[in-house]
């Protein structure tokens, strides 16, 4: 897999991720410095990254769910497909 | 090291100075009377709806409130619709997060748009390095007395010629080290000796950052020759396994893989090094390996004409120029193979993992005996799940191999179920059962990914920024394609970008090769930081994508004192050489630190070009799936009937149970309404759940 180093730290994302709002506080401000060092380009307002950086939709979200919208989103391009065609 | 020594060791995370947000200075009571108190219109229906949410705010909060009432674009409907998603998710009321939440939930993501801003990001991007900085640079360059004299000229004479700083640069690397630097276009050709193959293809951008780190290196007094330095940049900016893998690659017989290239790649010596990878996991016979190469070659051959067609009409003269070379088509071949075999090394490996836990299972006979099985068949879900959600397995693989590694996943789930309820027997075959079929099931790249692949690639190194134009009907969509289509608007930016910072190789270095996916949000924040005057507009259009984004991010947070989520996103659908904005709600109950899939009520509201507003509803109840269409068009249900009929099929593919379908017209109910009724039910859902139903507990 890739990104073979990562999965001793998920758990640690994930405490982090369940932590209070003073911890998460905390947490982001270690990542936008870190980001900032690697030039990685990052939320800049804690309040706001706070909510944002234990949000892995990877996680969050079953496969199955992204199943159900990759379906939709399918139809609703057969959808469009026949308009095109009838005119 | 460092970042772990901040983090686990300066007690960051045992601050004793805890302060509960809401209680601040003042009490409850007070803040909700400030609320009231306040003469800014609509106050008193915040004060009426956070004290009806149980939601007290802070100081800071009120005011950002007032200001949000105030100023804030929108009716004081939508207002309060923003104000009361903020409180359910428990996100903090600053001007930013209100304003961010606003800008999503009332306004479309639309193409225009998204062009707009990209083709801003595009000269934002290129031409990073304009008047005073290029002079500045130009400057430095001259005044300095390590970079030998005969570059300065050659840099100094072609800006003066009109050429940009950056090109001037190039050029002077190219003349200074001829016979080893090739430029096609945006692309670059390294070779390894005069007169070689290349070893290394990469874009312009790459070099320039090498040529820049090796120009600074030599102004800090870094021994070695300019090319020295420059292979030692190149190092750091591809990252060393990507050099290792290159010239891994190109290293065989250089001259038999480019001829072979013509008729079918077969001189390719080069990919031994990956065999013998391999080779060491015992996973697959050196004949299996050495077919299944032979394969992706051939398969990648023959659609190479459909891949460069692709991706022609992205390109510019110079970029065609570039990609037409023999060597852009052997480096697409050559690293598609390497990744595809590098996905069914991590696929076998996965199959093996679990198939092996799975047999070596026998019908619990003790309560632990119980909780081992449990535990085995968590391990076998979460390794199914991470492979399809995680892995370059499902970018590969066809839409049917992803549905049935789906389907394992929801049956172990079930077998899950089953034996908490002590139907040891049912458990056990179906666990059996998920067993056979994963054993049996050979990974197979799919047409369309194996293409889709090349073509990001040679985007990729071509540096083709309309790459970054989020869609997804380039491949039949897939489960894993509407992720990648969150991760390629962004959304899921700042999560891995933890998780890159986080993450580590053995020797608890940072792992270097954990390369952070291009994505919008990633260039619009660029775009925003590096803003200049002449491109006011763009950037003003980047700021209001940007916003669209993180509201959507922070309606996606899992709140983790609710008991049931609700969620929104925008979806970018193409059809038809447009994108359409289809929102989606999503309501479902949480389970563990994901959402409960089986008990999940998703809104989809689209308008359509012929048929005008459409909803549908996918409600799941103990994985029992109905549908609701609702439209006004009296053509609809005959056109949508067999489609939603086919699709309830896939469903049951992956896990669902077939339930009704039903067509209505549109009415008054907001789509948050309509994906919330799963509430309601919860009582019946959860009979003795203890949980509060709202809000937070604020016990002061």
Known sequence: MRNKGVSIYDDQIESFAKSDANEMDNFSKVIKEEAKKENIPVESDIKTLKDQVGNDLRKNIPPQLFAVVSGIVDVIGQLEEEESDEG | ?700
């Not at chain 2, 022609?312 to 480096?331: G, L, N, Y």
């Not at chain 2, 899921?492 to 053995?506: F, I, M, R, T």
């Open chain 2, 1 to 700: 090291m460092k970042i772990i020594d901040q983090l686990f060791r300066s007690n960051l995370f045992n601050n004793p100075n805890q302060v509960n947000r809401a209680s601040g200075q003042r009490s409850v009571e007070d803040g909700f009377s400030a609320l009231k108190k306040s003469n800014v219109e609509g106050m008193d229906k915040v004060e009426s709806l956070l004290r009806k949410l149980d939601h007290p705010v802070s100081e800071a909060e009120t005011t950002s409130i007032e200001n949000f009432m105030k100023t804030g674009s929108g009716s004081t409907q939508s207002k309060l619709d923003t104000i009361e998603w903020a409180a359910d998710k428990g996100i903090e009321m600053t001007d930013k997060n209100l304003s961010a939440i606003q800008e999503s939930l009332n306004s479309e993501m639309n193409e225009a748009e998204m062009l707009e801003t990209l083709s801003g990001a595009k000269e934002v991007l290129d031409e990073k390095l304009t008047g005073k900085q290029a002079e500045d640079i130009l400057e430095k360059i001259k005044a300095d007395p390590t970079i030998p004299e005969p570059m300065k000229q050659a840099i100094e004479k072609a800006v003066e010629s009109g050429l940009p700083i950056e090109k001037a640069v190039v050029r002077a690397v190219k003349t200074m080290i001829k016979a080893n630097v090739d430029v096609k276009g945006q692309t670059v050709f390294l070779e390894k000796t005069p007169g070689e193959k290349p070893c290394v293809c990469l874009n312009i951008n790459d070099l320039l950052e090498a040529v820049s780190k090796a120009l600074t290196a030599m102004e800090n007094g870094a021994s070695g020759s300019f090319e020295t330095l420059l292979k030692e940049s190149l190092v750091d900016v591809l990252g060393m396994a990507e050099l290792e893998n290159l010239s891994l690659i190109f290293t065989g017989d250089l001259e038999a893989s480019v001829e072979g290239a013509e008729q079918g790649l077969e001189g390719l010596e080069g990919l031994e090094g990956v065999e013998n990878e391999v080779d060491e996991k015992d996973l697959d016979t050196d004949e299996e390996i050495r077919a299944f190469e032979q394969e992706m070659i051939e398969r990648l051959e023959a659609s190479f004409d459909e891949v460069m067609g692709a991706m022609m009409d992205q390109m510019t003269d110079d970029m065609v120029a570039a990609s037409s070379d023999i060597r852009f088509k052997q480096f697409l071949v050559t690293k598609v193979t390497a990744q595809a075999i590098e996905a069914k090394e991590t696929f076998n490996q996965v199959r093996k993992e679990i198939v092996q836990s799975l047999r070596d299972l026998e019908p619990p006979k003790s309560p632990q005996e119980k909780l081992d099985m449990k535990e085995v068949l968590t391990k076998a879900i979460d390794k199914l799940d991470n492979t399809l959600m995680k892995s370059d397995v499902t970018l590969f693989t066809s839409m049917k191999m992803e549905r049935d590694l789906l389907n394992m996943s929801s049956t172990l789930q079930e077998a899950r179920k089953l034996l908490s309820k002590g139907d040891l027997t049912q458990a056990m075959d179906i666990t059996k059962n998920v067993q056979k079929k994963l054993d049996q099931m050979v990974f197979k790249p799919a047409e369309k990914n194996i293409q889709l692949m090349a073509m990001k690639n040679g985007m990729d190194v071509l540096n083709v920024k309309p790459n970054m134009m989020p869609s997804i009907n380039w491949q039949d969509t897939s489960p894993r394609g509407v992720l990648e289509l969150f991760r390629d608007l962004g959304l899921n930016h700042e999560p891995e970008v933890a998780e890159k910072l986080l993450s580590h190789d053995k020797s608890m270095a940072r792992d270097e090769n954990y390369k952070i996916k291009d994505n919008l949000k990633a260039v619009l924040m660029k775009m925003v930081e590096n803003e200049e005057p002449d491109n006011r507009r763009a950037v003003a259009a980047a700021e209001k994508t940007l916003n669209n984004l993180t509201g959507q991010q922070l309606m996606n947070k899992l709140e983790t004192k609710q008991d049931t989520q609700t969620l929104f996103f925008h979806i970018p659908v193409q059809a038809d050489g447009e994108i359409k904005d289809m929102k989606l709600f999503v309501n479902a109950r949480k389970n563990g630190d994901a959402l409960d899939w089986e008990n999940s009520s998703l809104y989809f509201s689209v308008d359509l070009k012929k048929y005008g507003e459409t909803g549908i509803h996918l409600q799941s109840k103990d994985k029992l799936l109905s549908i609701t269409v609702r439209n006004d068009n009296q053509a609809f249900e005959g056109v949508m009937k067999p489609l939603v009929t086919a699709l309830q099929k896939e469903f049951v593919d992956v896990g669902y149970k077939l339930g009704p379908v039903s067509f209505s017209n549109l009415d008054k109910k907001t789509p948050k309404e309509v994906v919330k009724p799963i509430e309601v039910d919860k009582v019946k859902v959860k009979p003795q759940s203890p949980v509060k139903e709202k809000g937070f507990d604020f016990s002061i």
